[in-house]
């Protein structure tokens, strides 16, 4: 049975682990037959990767940001809809995901997440296609995003299998996994504005959903699975396997990394949106706010795919604060940056906001399986994606009102440099490691 156990590449205590965990890490090693962990890199696994990344990059929802700014001012002249009226259709899309995530995490935790994943995607395609048939009652446009938003909460069901398919190299599968995506992510509005001028507002969502059902749905089909459950045939496999949600919510490592997650989302929620309004204050022109923008997704993949890779060489959850430094460092470079300074502190500082940043997403996956393993995976992101989705939404709201108050960003430049310390000490405060890697076949 403990060989069964360490074959399936879980093994107790990383970083310094306790005497229990010593005393089962001494167990695993003694026993006969014990080979090592299955490959990482294998075909098969290499197959749903991308299956995952394919559903991630153009199944899901994550088109709808960048569809309405391109669609925003077609939609005015449309239906004579208010540009505040347009943007709440994503308040009402976060609040419907936050409300959802939990409960699709313990679906996927009880059935697996294959079949729920491509449930969802053919539904998202079907809302994206009812998306290009509103007809002008502002209600249509706001039942679509909710659904939306209830059927994008699916996402975290291909975090989910990456986890379970990857052990020794799950940091730089979470690197990859979301690096490509971010870049993905980056293009799509491109693939959009072609839409809308060849065809008009309706047409970007009509080939989106054909995109989906044409592309995505089927490479989901054919190659999406569910990994393996590790310790399958083992009666008992709770300790290699991990905890469940209400242990989850009693350690300290949870609360932490809420915490540290909560800081840096307030920034990124609230400074993104703001920051065109914010260089302008400072007398900086468009091109300039435009271009730091695209500068900071360039070195968001940058850090996603860093920290992946040194996560893995450096199994301790403190790497995520020394990142979080350079995040500090660039909201710095950022505040000073004006007409005298010229746009290079700008320049500067998103950059070194976009390597910090961007590590969070992969250091948060990773930390999670980590800390609470595969047990209840799902349903644990999903229930701390919901809390994160609920404290950070006001944050842009928050931002406007101090410039509306105050009539400078000062004062929120203040409010970043806060929460991104708080950030910073609540990683240093978290605890080992629970549950480490296999070790390297042999």
Request: hydrophobic fraction near 55%; proline fraction near 5%.
């Amino acid at each position: 049975m403990l060989a069964r156990r360490a074959r399936a590449g879980y093994s107790f205590g990383a970083g310094a682990p306790d005497a229990r965990g010593e005393e089962r890490m001494a167990e695993l090693a003694a026993a006969p037959g014990v080979q090592g962990q299955e490959r990482d890199l294998s075909w098969p696994k290499l197959k749903i990767a991308f299956a995952c990344l394919v559903g991630l990059m153009l199944a899901g929802g994550g088109f709808a940001q960048g569809a309405v700014a391109l669609v925003m001012g077609p939609l005015q002249q449309a239906f004579g809809w208010s540009r505040a009226e347009i943007g709440f259709g994503l308040t009402l899309m976060t609040w419907a995901g936050a409300g959802a995530m939990p409960l699709f995490g313990m679906a996927m935790d009880r059935v697996g997440a294959r079949w729920v994943l491509t449930g969802a995607a053919a539904l998202i395609a079907a809302v994206t296609f009812a998306f290009g048939l509103v007809q002008g009652a502002l209600w249509q446009f706001y039942a679509c995003f909710v659904a939306l938003g209830v059927l994008n909460a699916s996402a975290l069901g291909y975090t989910k299998i990456v986890s379970g398919l990857f052990s020794r190299h799950r940091g730089k599968a979470f690197a990859l996994f979301t690096a490509e995506a971010t870049i993905v992510a980056a293009l799509l509005p491109q693939l959009m504005k072609v839409f809308l001028e060849q065809g008009g507002w309706r047409t970007v969502f009509l080939w989106l959903a054909a995109l989906k059902l044409a592309l995505a749905l089927p490479i989901l089909l054919a190659w999406l699975r569910d990994p393996a459950r590790p310790a399958q045939a083992s009666p008992s496999p709770d300790l290699l396997e991990g905890m469940g949600v209400g242990a989850a919510l009693r350690t300290r490592a949870f609360w932490l990394i809420a915490a540290a997650n909560m800081g840096g989302g307030l920034v990124i929620y609230g400074l993104l949106p703001h920051l065109v309004g914010m260089m302008k204050s400072h007398g900086l022109g468009l091109d300039a706010a435009v271009g730091a923008m695209s500068l900071m997704a360039v070195f968001n993949a940058l850090g996603q795919l860093s920290s992946g890779f040194v996560i893995d060489r450096v199994p301790n959850p403190k790497v995520a604060a020394a990142y979080l430094c350079l995040f500090l460092a660039g909201i710095g470079l950022i505040s000073v940056a004006s007409a005298a300074t010229g746009p290079l502190p700008l320049y500067a500082g998103v950059a070194l906001m976009g390597l910090g940043g961007g590590s969070q997403q992969v250091m948060r996956n990773y930390m999670f399986t980590r800390y609470f393993g595969l047990k209840a995976f799902a349903s644990i992101l999903g229930l701390f994606m919901a809390m994160q989705a609920v404290l950070t939404a006001p944050s842009p709201f928050l931002i406007g009102l101090i410039y509306d108050r105050t009539g400078r960003y000062d004062l929120a430049f203040a409010a970043f440099v806060a929460a991104a310390v708080v950030s910073i000490l609540a990683f240093l405060a978290l605890p080992p490691f629970r549950f480490a890697a296999a070790a390297p076949r042999r």
